[in-house]
């Protein structure tokens, strides 16, 4: 464990020598002055899911101890302006000690951490993003007795000068290499910077979309994350963003997370991976390696709630321009193995029992070993206009709400909506014709919402004034006739991409 620590990216893990849950502000004070720490920053996201940062000067060490103790007041109506009035604005925030991470851009030794939000009565501010993940966190292992854990894939898009040397072919950038991909070592820098911040990244990769357009090349690229709880994921896929946009800045290149760029290219999502697991045991696959009854009746949720859970996943008009058929992105609400075409993709999960690291190297015994662990489900609707934390907990009450549900029905749903080809297929017409549309639009998914809003809102994990603020934040686009007027208009498109280029 010790040398597992010592390898950590993550400056102060490996100072340290803790795994992150366990710090204390003591370890803190002593990473500072062992360190030579003149900062300390700040951050956390605010109702537009942005980071914003607040930055102190270490003047003395007891300073840093009363800044890490008693954190410090912010104006709590400019962070979340449709919550809190101007006559009643303060809140506090306060540092997570096990998010402390060393700032990889300043020159100024920074210590970071995010922040949690508490009222003058010191109670967690009921509408912070953060503060709702934790409450439905929460009531999944009260109600479940099993702790929901997430990993997320941020998809988004690279843009540069075009180079006439070596050009790639359109929309076939899936896993390229160099030449053919300009851009695969702005990504490894990114994923070395994001395992520095404390992000647990499986693996990075150059996705399908590629084009030229206005002579500059938009390579897409992906970077997946690992299983974590799942406050720790959404910490995760928050700092990353933050982490890929400060790098493109500081290499004079451009970065979009919008769902969707141009017509007939491959938008960007930001599938979320999840897995179930009891006892530290992934409950995910039963012991026949097959798909577990536990997680078809987690599905089932997902089933029932898809429609409203775009509500926290898919936030502006050109997330639905990404929803249509033929682009790898899901527009009915089905599930099914290894189907891109589904909402709900069941992964490879090396259940087969094939030793294949054996058959691929010979010179090895064969062994046994226990994959279980690996196997998840993914939800493929939601993109990064998505608030995180929103989003992570909308996830966790769909689980939540099939587990509640009687067994047989949850199984019997489940069954019902399953898909085994792609759905788009001529041969799945009839399966199609009886399978719900994901909504089209935001003022479609505000009206899910709100039939739906009693679920969310259970528990006391989603605030009815943090409903009812997603709805006014939905319905402000107006744009229930969003298909139709884009076919009338076919610069509306192009205008809204502009406007929402920078989105999340």
């Known amino acids: 464990m010790k040398k597992e620590l010592e390898l950590s990216p993550n400056q102060v893990v490996a100072y340290l020598e803790k795994d992150p849950k366990n710090f204390t502000r003591e370890d803190l004070l002593d990473f500072i002055i062992n360190n030579g720490i003149r900062m300390i920053d700040f951050m956390y996201p605010a109702e537009d899911g942005r980071v914003k940062t607040l930055n102190f000067t270490v003047n003395s060490l007891?300073?840093?101890e009363t800044i890490l103790t008693e954190g410090e007041r912010v104006d709590g109506s400019s962070l979340f302006p449709s919550f809190i009035e101007a006559g009643n604005s303060d809140l506090y925030v306060i540092p997570r000690y096990r998010t402390a991470f060393v700032d990889p851009f300043t020159e100024i030794p920074t210590l970071c951490f995010l922040c949690s939000f508490f009222t003058k009565s010191g109670e967690p501010f009921d509408c912070a993003p953060y503060a709702t993940l934790m409450r439905a966190e929460d009531a999944f292992y009260k109600e479940t007795g099993m702790t929901f854990e997430a990993m997320g894939e941020l998809e988004y898009y690279v843009i540069t000068d075009a180079d006439p040397l070596f050009p790639a072919t359109d929309q076939r950038g899936y896993h390229e290499s160099e030449p053919f991909a300009k851009l695969n070592d702005f990504r490894r820098a990114c994923m070395d910077h994001v395992a520095k911040t404390g992000g647990q990244i499986k693996y990075g990769h150059s996705e399908v979309g590629n084009f030229t357009l206005d002579g500059k090349i938009y390579?897409?690229?992906e970077i997946e994350f690992l299983p974590n709880p799942v406050d720790t994921a959404a910490d995760q896929l928050l700092l990353a963003k933050w982490v890929i946009r400060n790098l493109a800045w500081q290499w004079g290149l451009d970065v979009s997370f919008a769902p969707k760029i141009t017509v007939g290219k491959a938008g960007s999502g930001m599938h979320i991976h999840m897995r179930l697991m009891k006892d530290g045991t992934n409950v995910t696959l039963g012991t026949d390696n097959k798909?577990?009854?536990?997680?078809r009746r987690a599905i089932a949720g997902m089933m029932v709630l898809a429609p409203s859970i775009t509500a926290f996943g898919n936030k502006n008009p050109t997330s639905y321009f990404r929803l249509v058929p033929h682009q790898e992105a899901p527009t009915n609400v089905c599930w099914g193995d290894c189907n891109r075409s589904a909402l709900v993709r069941v992964p490879l999960g090396w259940s087969s029992g094939t030793d294949m690291?054996?058959?691929a190297n010979p010179q090895m015994a064969s062994t046994e070993h226990d994959t279980r662990g690996k196997q998840t489900f993914e939800m493929r609707s939601?993109?990064?206009s998505a608030d995180i934390y929103q989003l992570m907990a909308g996830l966790c009450v769909a689980a939540r709400y099939g587990l509640n549900m009687p067994e047989d029905e949850a199984l019997k749903l489940a069954a019902d909506k399953y898909v085994n080809m792609d759905i788009h297929r001529a041969e799945s017409a009839?399966?199609?014709?009886?399978l719900d549309c994901l909504p089209a639009c935001c003022a479609e998914s505000a009206d899910c919402l709100e039939k739906q809003r009693a679920i969310y809102e259970a528990a006391g994990v989603f605030q009815p004034r943090m409903i009812d603020g997603i709805l006014?934040?939905?319905?402000?686009?107006?744009d229930s006739d969003l298909h139709e007027a884009a076919r009338k208009d076919p610069d509306l498109m192009r205008r809204l991409v502009d406007e929402y280029f920078y989105c999340g």
């Not at 798909?291 to 997680?295: T, V």
């Not at 009839?430 to 009886?434: C, M, R, W």
């Not at 006014?472 to 107006?478: A, E, S, T």
């Open 472 to 478: 006014k934040g939905l319905r402000k686009y107006g």
């Open 291 to 295: 798909l577990s009854d536990i997680a």
């Open 62 to 64: 007891a300073y840093a």
């Open 382 to 384: 939601p993109d990064c």
């Open 357 to 359: 690291c054996h058959a």
């Open 219 to 221: 390579e897409q690229n």
């Open 430 to 434: 009839a399966k199609l014709a009886t």
